[in-house]
Nanobody, 124 residues
Framework: QVQLVETGGGLVQTGGSLRLSCVASLRTFSDYSMGWFRQVPGKEREFVAGIGLNSGSVYYGGAARGRFTISTDNAKNTLYLQKNSQQPEDTAGYSC?????????????????WGQGTQVTVSS
């Protein structure tokens, strides 16, 4: 059974940094691509960043470019999202997701597995 477990959320001040982690119980980590999404109540899930675990290719959504960095530790089956220069509009529930294959999808519909999410609140 595949499980994705996110940690690292919390309260941070404007301009601060936070690192989110996602431990994935995937049988072969490199067979997947993974992504970070965020959602606020009443709005659709927003793509933040994605990475192909075999190729190492990355892609960022508009809000993340220049401020967030996605990375992995393949030996630990762990995905990270380093979030710098955070703004109040970055407040959301952040979830990691996994998709079989190396393609990076910005639509949540393409992902097979999801974590429960971790809340990030950026105070002004």
């Amino acid at each position: 059974q595949v499980q994705l477990v996110e940690t690292g959320g919390g309260l941070v001040q404007t301009g601060g940094s936070l690192r989110l982690s996602c431990v994935a119980s995937l049988r072969t980590f490199s067979d997947y691509s993974m992504g970070w999404f965020r959602q606020v109540p009443g709005k659709e899930r927003e793509f933040v960043a994605g990475i192909g675990l075999n190729s190492g290719s990355v892609y960022y959504g508009g809000a993340a470019r220049g401020r967030f960095t996605i990375s992995t530790d393949n030996a630990k089956n762990t995905l990270y999202l380093q979030k710098n220069s955070q703004q109040p509009e970055d407040t959301a529930g952040y979830s990691c997701a996994a998709n079989r294959g190396d393609a990076i999808w910005t639509s949540p519909d393409h992902y097979d597995y999801w974590g429960q999410g971790t809340q990030v609140t950026v105070s002004s």
